[in-house]
């Protein structure tokens, strides 16, 4: 009897699961299939709760449904990807306003913020983003991500890497700049010696960090040449040291590196991904290339700051921006995998987070290709392909439409007019 009992009770849970699933048609003008460029007419997304179970043509489609969303006016694609934003922070052209947000703003303040940076991106079409460091807001990136999977605030799906990581004086906010009796915020983790470095990756592994993210180098220069170099921030046995407690802690690193003293140590040292390498030259792009290694290039961030920098007396980003086109072909000739991060956060969070497609179509890119670098390959760099930045049946319910086809316009994708996110709408026009 208490068999047959424990039986009908598991018989009534599932068909009470079954029932409690509510399957949504979502009726397409025109879908892309980021995989092949292929954009039909006509489909039928079928997905159940956060799922994508089908897509079948219009004409086929006979399935019962609880509810049908019409966007046969619109072109449809996945949710896009930025695999580097800083949502805690809001734009840093000069060094004060860095340190003014620091300073002058308490971490909950920031967070505060960071919850409307959250919904901004959103909003923006990016169903995902990877948030690489808080900028001296601890681990407030764990708590906002926390309260997007717990439905408190509306955002992307995260993944987090915490305070990053660099040697003692060499990442504002700098003592020699203030009263060096204050005891100043730090916009990252400091570590002295491999033993530091190994307990830093294990501290923020802890408290949540998805990704350990690392400043590689700084100091950056311009030989007359042409060439980037710069000072790598780490020792051999530091940057080792990192990578090793990161890899075998079965997690990834992403290293912030300009030129070649940053990239190739990060890379020695088991990088996945190299954020701006805004001095790459060949060695660097053929060496991530030949060991899968991802790029962001961020190039709309450094154009933006570049001016204002310049007036304060660094001229840097300028010159940067100015090698940005034949870099973005050196990457692309050797073959180097390109994930979309823009960095924003970096700069004003009203500002496009699409902007950074118009670049790469003009440096070379298709505009499928773009596209692809904030789907299916910035999927790839998070080890999530077939989940998201795909509408193929198994994958998450993320999914954009605009107006006007971004095969014809890549800068349509700055104005997304519907948001679905996880299976729920978000945005509606």
């Known amino acids: 009897m208490l068999k047959k009992n424990l039986l009908l009770l598991m018989v009534l849970l599932f068909t009470s699961f079954i029932f409690s699933q509510r399957t949504t048609a979502i009726q397409c003008g025109k879908l892309l299939d980021v995989k092949t460029g292929t954009v039909s007419d006509n489909q039928v997304i079928v997905v159940r709760d956060n799922i994508i179970q089908k897509i079948v043509p219009k004409a086929d489609f006979k399935d019962k449904v609880d509810s049908v969303i019409n966007l046969s006016n619109y072109f449809v694609l996945p949710g896009l990807i930025d695999c580097h934003t800083h949502v805690l922070l809001q734009g840093d052209i000069t060094s004060d306003d860095y340190a003014a947000q620091l300073l002058k703003e308490s971490i909950p303040y920031r967070t505060l913020r960071a919850a409307r940076s959250a919904a901004i991106a959103l909003n923006n079409g990016f169903t995902t983003i990877r948030d690489l460091e808080t900028e001296g807001a601890m681990y407030a990136d764990v708590d906002v991500k926390k309260a997007i999977n717990n439905g408190v ?7 987090v890497a915490t305070r990053a990581i660099n040697t003692v004086g060499h990442y504002p906010i700098s003592p ?8 100043l915020p730090k916009g990252i983790q400091e570590v002295n010696g491999a033993d530091d470095a ?28 042409g060439s980037f170099r710069s000072l790598p921030n780490f020792t051999k046995e530091e940057i080792e040291a990192i990578g090793d407690e990161t890899l075998k802690s079965r997690k990834n690193f992403a290293a912030h590196a300009m030129t070649r ?33 991802y790029w962001c290039p961020t190039i709309f961030v450094n154009d933006y700051v570049a001016d204002g920098r310049a007036k304060e007396g660094s001229m840097i980003n300028q010159q940067f921006r100015a090698a940005a086109p034949k870099i973005f072909q050196t990457a692309l000739k050797a073959g180097v ?28 890119l298709t505009p499928l290709q773009a596209i692809q670098t904030a789907t299916t390959t910035a999927a790839e760099l998070l080890q999530q392909d077939g989940k998201i930045g795909v509408i193929a049946p198994g994958a998450y319910a993320d999914i954009i439409a605009v107006k006007g086809s971004p095969l014809s316009n890549i800068q349509i994708l700055e104005r997304v007019e519907w948001v679905m996110k996880d299976g729920k709408i978000w945005k509606s026009q």
Not at 199 to 225: C, F, N, S, T
Not at 273 to 290: L, N, P, R, V, Y
């Open 176 to 183: 020699k700049e203030y009263n060096w009796e204050l005891n």
């Open 198 to 225: 190994r307990k830093a990756v294990r501290e923020q592994l802890a408290h949540g960090a998805d990704w350990i993210k690392i400043y590689a180098d700084r100091g950056y220069y311009q030989l007359p040449d």
């Open 337 to 364: 995998k390109i994930a979309y991060g823009t960095d924003i956060g970096g700069y004003d969070w009203n500002l496009p987070e699409a902007k950074d497609f118009e670049f790469m179509v003009k440096y070379g």
């Open 153 to 159: 605030i509306p955002g992307p799906r995260m993944f």
């Open 261 to 293: 003293d940053g990239i190739l140590a990060a890379i020695a040292a088991g990088c996945r991904s190299i954020e701006h390498g805004s001095g790459m030259d060949e060695e660097c792009a053929k060496t991530m290339a030949e060991k899968g290694v």
